[in-house]
């Protein structure tokens, strides 16, 4: 299922992070990728088995809308989560750039 995120958003932090315009389109992706499966992931343990098999029923349906409205009516800080895991995605990434800058300065 496609959650409704941001793309703006997450162009915004990548840019604040640091990454090159050049890749920023390839990493968007990559991020968006990552964070459905982490959002979807964080939601679905907060689910029993009857939610569980709803939420099924809309990751495999056509209808991105009536999702959204069902994960928000469960889940009121649905937002904050998408945020929250974000920011994790982001952090990571800030921490894998320092790295392998801290890296090739060594090797200098």
Not at 29 to 53: D, Y
Not at 78 to 105: F, P, R, T, W
């Amino acid at each position: 299922m496609n959650m409704q995120i941001d793309v703006k958003k997450i162009a915004k932090k990548l840019d604040e992070a640091g990454v090159p315009a050049a890749v920023r389109e390839q990493t968007i992706a990559s991020v968006m990728e990552t964070l459905q499966l982490n959002v979807a992931m964080r939601l679905e343990e907060a689910l029993n088995n009857n939610e569980l098999e709803v939420f099924q029923k809309y990751a495999e349906g056509k209808d991105p809308s009536a999702a959204i409205a069902w994960f928000t009516k469960r889940f009121p800080d649905y937002e904050h989560v998408v945020d929250d895991e974000l920011n994790k995605i982001i952090n990571a990434m800030q921490a894998s750039v320092a790295g392998i800058k801290k890296a090739a300065q060594y090797s200098k």
